[in-house]
């Protein structure tokens, strides 16, 4: 009687047993997992991969919207495919293309006179760069000449002579300042010059160490914003008639305004602007260059909120002014989106 008895508890326990686990093995059970919800969101996580399993982007200094862009891009890469991306901080343009040329990282942002050089096979490059290839123009790198009021500098004439920071060595900022020195027939030789990060060089000017010094970054530049606050700041002004003039043989350059009140400025500042480029081996996959690029505009708006700069990163503009022969997954993807 007892052994009868047992039986039918032991199938009911274990019918039990089996319809709990099926519940909780169910989609539309409380505290699913909600991997699906989020790949619906984010272009399909769990389908969608690449074809690389790490993604380490070059950037530049800390502070720099470089950075701030590059993280919140790694983010999307990270939140989209699922990929090890991260980003590396650097001295930025030139520090980043020779990584990139080294196979050291994946993806770099980088200026537009920068890569032209590196194609080229001069000033910084011994020979031509061969092994990048492009994804996008992204947005204006703005020459931010700094000063204080009472030094009595204007315009960057009234820099000779006077000891001027110019950025990292290797720097995009400070391969535009030689070269926008040079073109308003100042050389090196004619100022004294301190190779100084963002930081350094706004630390620099507190001190009262450094008469003036080149931010070259979108707007606004946070190192900038923090020196506002405790120093009468003067924005250098670079003349637009000499500049179109160096435009003729540096087609990287472009005439920019710095509006006003970016830096408690009156009145708009012309200076100059340079495009930044975003670069990725030529040995990456054209299905990776695809979705990595595409991944990029989905998400604009998100890297517009994490800085100002992204704002003019435009899927219009992205392919003008191209100075490095341009990736095929960003090709086909451009010109998928001009075939709508």
Not at 195 to 200: A, C, I, M, R, V
């Amino acid at each position: 009687m007892l052994n009868s008895l047992k039986s039918p508890l032991l199938l009911s326990a274990m019918l039990s047993a089996i319809l709990g686990l099926t519940a909780c093995s169910s989609p539309s059970s409380e505290g699913t997992d909600n991997t699906g919800a989020d790949s619906a969101s984010t272009g399909d996580a769990g389908a969608d991969k690449l074809d690389t399993k790490f993604l380490t982007i070059a950037t530049g200094g800390a502070s720099g919207p470089y950075n701030i862009i590059g993280t919140s891009l790694s983010e999307v890469y990270v939140k989209t495919f699922g990929v090890n991306s991260k980003t590396q901080t650097t001295g930025a343009s030139v520090e980043n293309v020779n990584l990139l040329t080294q196979g050291k990282v994946d993806m770099v942002l980088a200026l537009s006179d920068v890569v032209t050089d590196a194609v080229e096979g001069t000033n910084n490059f011994d020979k031509p760069i061969t092994n990048i290839q492009q994804l996008a123009v992204l947005y204006p790198n703005v020459v931010q000449i700094v000063t204080t009021k009472k030094s009595g500098i204007k315009n960057i004439e009234d820099l000779r002579g006077k000891r001027i920071a110019v950025g990292d060595q290797g720097s995009g900022t400070e391969v535009n300042a030689r070269t926008l020195l040079e073109g308003f027939g100042i050389t090196y030789d004619d100022v004294t010059v301190d190779y100084l990060s963002f930081s350094e060089a706004a630390d620099g000017m507190k001190a009262g160490k450094i008469e003036a010094a080149f931010f070259s970054s979108g707007l606004p530049n946070s190192s900038l914003m923090e020196l506002e606050q405790g120093l009468d700041l003067q924005l250098v002004t670079i003349n637009q008639d000499k500049l179109k003039e160096i435009i003729e043989t540096k087609p990287y350059f472009k005439t920019f305004e710095i509006p006003a009140g970016t830096y408690g400025n009156e009145t708009a500042v012309p200076t100059a602007a340079i495009m930044n480029a975003l670069l990725v081996s030529s040995d990456l996959s054209e299905a990776d260059g695809y979705k990595l690029i595409k991944a990029l505009f989905d998400n604009l708006d998100g890297l517009k909120t994490a800085h100002q700069a992204a704002n003019d990163i435009s899927l219009e503009t992205a392919r003008e002014g191209m100075v490095a022969p341009i990736h095929p997954g960003a090709k086909k993807y451009y010109d998928e989106q001009a075939a709508k």
